[in-house]
């Protein structure tokens, strides 16, 4: 069972940068695959970026492409998120999800995901 603990969110002027960091307690980390899903007051859950256990295959929501990055250090247990160029409307809580052996686009799918952090916020002021 992995346990995660986003951190890193933050209020950001629009074109700034932040880096979100979840990390995870558990042995099986480096079987996991690893998403960063958003929610804005009001508005379901989406899609970030997520980021596949074998090969380190990255998958990015289209309003994203670009501007963020996602990263693991197994060695850590520790997966981030790079966010530039950072926009009013990325303004959300921000989750890490974890799951065990999953690939390909189903990362995609918050319904995929068997672990979830506690969120943090990430507010991009204009």
């Known amino acids: 069972q992995v346990q995660l603990v986003e951190s890193g969110g933050g209020l950001v002027q629009a074109g700034g940068s932040l880096r979100l960091s979840c990390a995870a307690s558990?042995?099986?980390?480096?079987?996991?695959?690893m998403g960063w899903f958003r929610q804005a007051p009001g508005k379901e859950r989406e899609f970030v970026a997520a980021?596949?256990?074998?090969?380190?295959?990255?998958y990015y929501a289209d309003s994203v492409k670009g501007r963020f990055t996602i990263s693991r250090d197994n060695a850590k247990s520790t997966v981030y998120l790079q966010m530039n160029s950072l926009k009013p409307e990325d303004t959300a809580v921000y989750y890490c999800?974890?799951?065990?052996?999953?690939?390909?686009?189903?990362?995609?799918?918050?319904?995929?995901?068997?672990?979830w952090g506690q969120g943090t916020q990430v507010t991009v002021s204009s």
């Open positions: 999800a974890a799951v065990l052996g999953v690939a390909g686009t189903r990362l995609t799918n918050h319904f995929e995901y068997a672990t």
């Open positions: 558990g042995r099986a980390f480096s079987s996991c695959s």
């Open positions: 980021i596949s256990w074998r090969y380190g295959s990255t």
